[in-house]
């Protein structure tokens, strides 16, 4: 069965650096996702990204985040100057086309787990 | 409550019971979906219902959906020592474009 893969599995950064998440969606995927889980909290949501653009964003996608599909598989997440309230749980997700999420909704990656020192 | 609230937060029930899980939301649908979390890992969907759906199977899961109560149910039937996780449940709002809203989940364990 088709896979959403993330990587690294896990990462530790100091504050003040900037680190990059990286994601594979499924490859006739459409949409794409960011979400984060602060350790003991809900999944909340960061971004969503449809034809090379941003559709969606929360309030704790800041200038500080940013998105991008470098290329035809990864999209990636950047977060430019991490803080210690970055630490979280990130997952990447992605759906085909509309009626395809309202039929069988999300396909979530195992995660990354940052960890900002 | 906040969209996406799950009750109990957390149930602890032997293995060959049924555990059942709530979900209460706020606003309007397009769809509600169940997702379960292992400690520490990825969301792994489970099943979704529609919003003019009302029940729906899949193995041992049954999951129901009353829109105007904004309530949804999660059974999981005959429970094993590997469906200890999370559930959490997750609204596909209307009018909120492509994101979907999670509860703050159910810690199930289910003892041998």
């Known amino acids: 069965e088709p896979e959403v893969t993330q990587t690294p599995s896990h990462q530790v950064t100091q504050m003040g650096q900037e680190v990059i998440l990286r994601c594979v969606p499924i490859?006739?995927?459409?949409?794409f996702y960011w979400y984060r889980q602060i350790l003991g909290q809900k999944v909340e949501f960061l971004v969503s990204f449809y034809n090379n653009e941003i559709s969606e964003k929360s309030e704790i996608f800041d200038d500080q985040f940013s998105v991008e599909r470098p290329d035809g598989s990864n999209f990636t997440l950047k977060i430019r100057s991490t803080k210690l309230e970055d630490s979280a749980m990130y997952f990447c997700?992605?759906?085909?086309?509309?009626?395809?999420?309202?039929?069988?909704?999300?396909?979530f990656g195992s995660g990354t787990r940052l960890t900002v020192v | 409550s906040q969209q996406g609230e799950e009750d109990p937060q957390a149930l602890s029930i032997q293995e060959g019971e049924n555990a059942t899980m709530n979900c209460s939301y706020k606003?309007?649908?397009?769809?509600l979906q169940w997702y379960r979390q292992n400690s520490g890992r990825g969301l792994v969907h489970l099943i979704l219902i529609r919003s003019n759906e009302r029940e729906k199977h899949s193995g041992r899961l049954r999951v129901t959906l009353d829109t105007s109560k904004k309530s949804s149910s999660l059974l999981i039937t005959a429970s094993r020592a590997a469906d200890t996780a999370s559930y959490f449940c997750?609204?596909?709002?209307?009018?909120?474009?492509?994101?979907?809203?999670f509860g703050g989940g159910t810690r199930l364990m289910v003892k041998p």
């Open positions: 490859s006739n995927h459409l949409y």
């Open positions: 606003t309007s649908i397009n769809n």
């Open positions: 997750a609204t596909d709002r209307i009018g909120a474009g492509n994101m979907l809203t």
């Open positions: 997700a992605s759906s085909e086309r509309q009626g395809w999420r309202d039929r069988y909704g999300y396909t």
